[in-house]
């Protein structure tokens, strides 16, 4: 993933502007390969990846940031930030001539009064400070270019003059090497930084080719330093390249973490994600399915399904050569059933041909000849009759 990439995902709006700057001055193009992963320093919690729990938060604080890391190394500045910090949150009131209840060093004690006596006389609560104020916060005695420069960096509009350093030494440095104008004056370096809509964007590629043009050859690619040219470079500058790997270092294990959160949410949001492998079938007129299988374990259940429907099985258990050789079988089987088929299909023309002839229909029987009755038989005299003859013969 090149950087800008990079910046596309951890910052769509400061890939914008740059994408927006190079259509303007495309020269810049050349310098994409140091290009800043950020749109404001770090550790004011401006860019999307920060949560600095002591980043200032507002215009005063960002002076006592700037105040306090002036002409010190960046642990003991950081240390006075701190406690003034702490101390100017807590305190009831701001009055004039401050006492501190911690180590300060004299000239800066003198620096800290002053910007507050200055808004104290205009009747102004110091974190109530803006960006009108800052034409006579400029004049407060050794408040450095560089601290107002981040002030308006951080606050200002892209469009703001007051972005460009011009004291700055490799900001001048930088319009001196990208421009090729010997020592820059204050007048050429606002008639370049004039046609500059976006003068943070600018700004930002000046400085990051004063500070690692050695880095960048003519074919547009990085550079690796050897150990003879790192020896040369100043600890000044030693100092800040060991800065920005630090910081690029911090930033690339964010992005991972960013990609890790999105990709967990991914997997929670869908049960089951899915994916299609192709297997080929061997043989002599080989065939090319295509099986849909899921990234998690599901149940090994019977599951009643129609031959169309997909079958999803585990990636852990696809087992390539068992899988052609069932499917081997499958269509065996299916071979062997349809000859058994045809057979019982022959045999079943046969018995519908047979059941198709019509069968013959029965002659209707003569009706039977009824008999004659017969004559009925005598009937025999009985004998009582005979007695009664007799009987009759004596009366």
């Not at 308006?152 to 090729?180: R, W």
Request: net charge negative; proline share 6%; aromatic share 8%.
């Amino acid at each position: 993933m090149n950087r800008m990439n990079i910046i596309q995902f951890i910052n769509p709006g400061w890939y914008k502007q740059l994408v927006d700057f190079l259509k303007e001055h495309p020269a810049f193009e050349k310098l994409l390969p140091i290009v800043a992963l950020d749109e404001y320093p770090c550790g004011f919690n401006k860019n999307p990846h920060e949560s600095e729990p002591n980043a200032p938060l507002n215009i005063f604080e960002t002076i006592l940031w700037g105040i306090s890391h002036a002409g010190v190394d960046m642990k003991y500045g950081d240390k006075q930030y701190l406690q003034m910090l702490k101390y100017m949150r807590e305190v009831p009131y701001f009055t004039q001539n401050m006492e501190f209840p911690f180590e300060v060093q004299e000239k800066k004690i003198k620096t800290y009064r002053s910007l507050i006596n200055m808004c104290l006389e205009r009747n102004i609560s110091p974190p109530e400070l803006t960006l009108e104020h800052m034409s006579f916060v400029e004049y407060v005695e050794d408040i450095a270019d560089s601290t107002i420069v981040y002030v308006y960096m951080l606050y200002g509009s892209l469009d703001d003059p007051n972005v460009i350093p011009h004291a700055d030494e490799y900001f001048n440095k930088g319009i001196e090497m990208f421009y090729g104008i010997p020592n820059p004056t204050r007048q050429q370096i606002k008639s370049i930084t004039d046609t500059w809509s976006n003068k943070k964007v600018g700004l930002m590629f000046i400085t990051q080719y004063a500070h690692y043009s050695s880095y960048i050859k003519e074919d547009n690619n990085i550079e690796v330093l050897s150990k003879k040219e790192q020896i040369n470079i100043s600890n000044e500058d030693q100092n800040n390249i060991n800065s920005k790997i630090k910081d690029e270092e911090n930033i690339n294990n964010i992005i991972t973490n960013i990609i890790e959160e999105i990709t967990s949410q991914e997997i929670i949001k869908k049960k089951q994600r899915y994916s299609t492998i192709p297997i080929t079938i061997p043989g002599p007129n080989p065939i090319t399915v295509f099986m849909t299988v899921t990234e998690e374990l599901i149940p090994h259940t019977l599951i009643n399904q129609s031959v169309s429907d997909n079958i999803n099985i585990t990636k852990n258990e696809i087992n390539t050569t068992e899988i052609i050789s069932n499917i081997n079988n499958i269509f065996n089987n299916i071979t062997n059933n349809s000859n058994n088929i045809s057979v019982n299909n022959e045999d079943n023309r046969k018995k519908n041909r047979k059941s198709k002839e019509p069968k013959k229909v029965k002659e209707p029987k003569e009706p039977k000849k009824v008999k004659e009755p017969k004559e009925p038989k005598k009937v025999k005299e009985s004998k009582k009759l005979k007695k009664t003859e007799l009987s009759q013969e004596f009366i």
